[in-house]
Structures are given as C-alpha cells and as structure tokens.
C-alpha cells in the first residue's frame, strides 16, 4: 500500500473508517461537506492564483474573486451537506469569499518569494530498502531571495493550531523529507501553514533530529497499519468527526442513529430499538433509586435496633438479623499518600498480586487470618484503622402459630 498523511490521519482517527475507504471500498452514494467544499474551492483559486503568476499574467482582485464565485457555483450541488444546520451554504460561500480577499490585501502583489511549484507530488521512501513508501501533494513550494524553500500548506480550518502542535504536526514534515530527497543540496526549509480564515500563517522549522523521529514515528504507524491488515482488527473510534464521515449510514456505531434521526417524532418514538433502549435506560434509573433507598433502609434499621438494643428486627413475614464484626479498615481512597505507601509497601514483599484483586477486604482477610508473614504483618498494622462494619442479613421469619397449637 502507498501511504499518505491523510491515510495515516484516517488510521489515526476512526480504523473502521479506514477499512472502508482504503480496504472494502463499499459502494455508497459519494457525500460532500461543505467545509471540505469550501476548501477545495478555496485551493483552487489559490492555485490559479499562482498559477496565472508564474505565467506572468496578473489578476485584478474582482477577477480573482470571480473566478472563485464562478467555481462555486458550478459546481454546487444538492449532495454538499451541512452538519451545523445553523448556517447555509451562503453563509460558507460568503466566508470563503471574505478570507480569499483578505488574502489578496495581505499578500498582493505576491513578490515575497518566489513560486517554484504548485500541488506538488512527493514520492519518497521513509527507509532505505524502500519498503515504507510515502506520497504527497505540496499546495504551494516556494523559495525567498535568500535561498529557504518553502513549503506551504493552505488550511481552511476553524481552529487556529497552536505553535506547539504546529511544530509537532506530521503532514509538512513528511513533504520536508520528500523535497530533501528531491533536492538534496537545499540547506534550509521552512513549513508554512495558511490558516486563510484566521488571515494568519504559521510557521515551523524542523531540523535533522526532528525528520528522524518523524520518520520512526511514521514507519512504526505504516506497521501499526500493517498489523491491523493482517489481524482485519479495525474497531471503530466514535468522534466530533463521525458528523462528517461518508460512512455513517453504514458504521455499526451509527447506523441506528442515521435509521430514527429521520423519522418525525411519533414514529422515532414507536421504533423498536428505541423503546428497548428507553425502556432499559429507564429501568436502570430506578435500579439506581431502589440501591439508594435500600441504603437509606439498612441504616434506619441499624439505628432502629440500636435503639431497641436488639439485633433481629421483625417484619410480616420477614426478618432482618444486624451483624456487627470487628474489623480493620485500609486506608481510603481520599488518603493517598498513605494508601501508596502500604501499596509499596506490598510490592516490595512480594504480595500485590495476590490482594490487588479485592485489594481492602482480601488484604484484611489475610491479616485477620494470620496468612501473612510476622514482619509485614506488623508493618501493615499501622496503616490498618480497626472499625465496626454492620451488614444485614434478611431471612425468613419463624411461624409462631404453630407453637400455641397445643395450649
Ligand atoms: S461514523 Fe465515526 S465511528 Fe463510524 S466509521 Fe465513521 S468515523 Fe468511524
């Protein structure tokens, strides 16, 4: 398989969509986002832009505008979809249209550097046995007066990266890798993003260490990958992203959703699946009522017989026995510190593994019953609090009818 960053992205974030897009390829009807719309239109007419530059022909910036009003249009359509129903595909076009002129003002007349290439394709191999190969498109390669290359990426995403991600970001590091191949004499390259909606660039160097851990990152990825393939282990990954996946309608983990989102309300309400789900879910909430009122119970009648001064509670047919037992107490979960030290404590003597389990009641059990050894049992003591723990036990109640048969 050739890889890309986009693919390695796709493994990254959901691995049962990438089955279906790079392995079982299914035949579903083809979807466009609007935000991947509006980027493609965007890059277009960035591209044409440098394009008719590096022919020597100069655009007017209605020309420019135009030319990405008139791509919008031709090739809008009824499959572009839009997840946040609170914007129209107007208010999309009108956002490209701001962010391409607000690039014009900031970069007209385009003389800041030189334009080598447009959508340039890398093809290059991560190891040198060629096993692991790799392939990209640079939106934009240039080069400055002082001779750093360029290699600029065009972005028409809605969340501007921070430096320290751009610096960690995997994509324009691959494509340095690539143009080094190809150019082994350039001396210095810079990565440039566009964020074309913020108006702003960002900017990242990486030097040789950077390129190797990137390397080694991406090739243990590609085997990661590899695995997968191998084992047909592709579990799915729920997301933000999952709004915008072509697969939705098939996915196992939406395709429920996809089914009863459509229906009107009386309809979604009789659905099968639906009344099963609510059904259960409402029963799990009085699950959690009955536990918690079964808890309230069991100290009232701790109190009650407290207070009778007897430890069987009669009911009609029914009887309640309170069991008090002296015991020890670990310590909490709120008291950390000394709740590490005993756990320290039990690795070193070689006993984690066999109370980690019921790590409270197990290792209580084993100091009450003299199965640990001498020292560690008196070094555990002091970390033991001694407590009253009362439980109840609920029985049958005897039948007293019986008895005064005879009198
Ligand atoms: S809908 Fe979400 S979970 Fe399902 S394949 Fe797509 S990204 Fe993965």
């Known amino acids: 398989m050739l890889y890309s960053h986009s ?23 083809k979807r466009d986002s609007v935000e991947a719309f509006l980027g493609i239109r965007v890059h277009e007419t960035l591209e044409a832009l440098y ?12 020309e420019y505008l135009q030319h990405y009003q008139d791509n919008w249009q031709r090739n809008q359509s009824d499959a572009i979809f839009i997840v946040k129903k609170e914007y129209s595909l107007e208010d999309y076009f009108q956002q490209g249209l701001a962010a391409l002129e607000k690039y014009w003002k900031h970069y007209q007349p385009f003389d800041q550097e030189k334009t080598i290439d447009l959508e340039r394709r890398v093809y290059f191999s991560l190891d040198d046995g060629g096993r692991f190969q790799m392939q990209g498109f640079i939106d934009r390669l240039s080069k400055t007066e002082n001779g750093v290359w360029q290699i600029r990426d065009y972005k028409t995403k809605r969340r501007l990266p921070t430096q320290q991600e751009a610096d960690a970001d995997r994509q324009l590091a691959l494509y340095q890798i690539g143009i080094e191949r190809m150019w082994p004499e350039i001396e210095q390259i810079e990565l440039i993003w566009h964020y074309v909606l913020f108006n702003e660039e960002i900017k990242s160097v990486r030097d040789h260490t950077d390129l190797e851990r990137v390397k080694l990152d991406t090739i243990h990825l590609i085997q990661e990958v590899e695995r997968a393939v191998a084992a047909d282990d592709f579990p799915y990954k729920e997301s933000a992203l999952c709004d915008w996946c072509d ?7 939406k395709k429920h959703l996809a089914k009863v989102r459509q229906l009107p309300p009386r309809e979604f309400k009789e659905e099968e699946g639906v009344q099963l789900v609510d059904r259960f879910s409402q029963l799990k909430r009085q699950e959690k009522e009955v536990k918690a009122e079964l808890e309230a119970l069991k100290e ?50 070689g006993f984690w593994e066999s109370v980690s389990n019921f790590y409270g009641p197990r290792l209580v059990k084993m100091y009450e019953k003299d199965q640990l050894p001498a020292d560690l049992k008196a070094k555990i003591t002091e970390f033991l609090t001694p407590a009253t723990i009362q439980t109840i036990r609920l029985s049958k109640a005897e039948t007293y009818d019986e008895n005064f048969e005879d009198i």
């Open 7 to 29: 693919r390695l992205e796709t493994f990254d974030s959901c691995r049962l969509k990438f089955k279906y897009q790079y392995i079982d390829k299914p035949d579903i009807p």
């Open 300 to 349: 009232g009648l701790i109190a009650f017989a407290d207070q009778f001064q007897a430890d069987r509670i009669y009911g009609s047919d029914q009887r309640v026995k309170i069991i008090s037992k002296d015991t020890y107490k670990v310590p909490s979960t709120d008291d950390k510190h000394r709740r590490s030290l005993l756990v320290e404590l039990l690795k070193e003597a």
């Open 51 to 62: 394009k008719n530059l590096m022919m020597g022909k100069t655009w007017t910036c209605e």
């Open 247 to 253: 697969y939705f309608d098939i996915c196992p983990a």
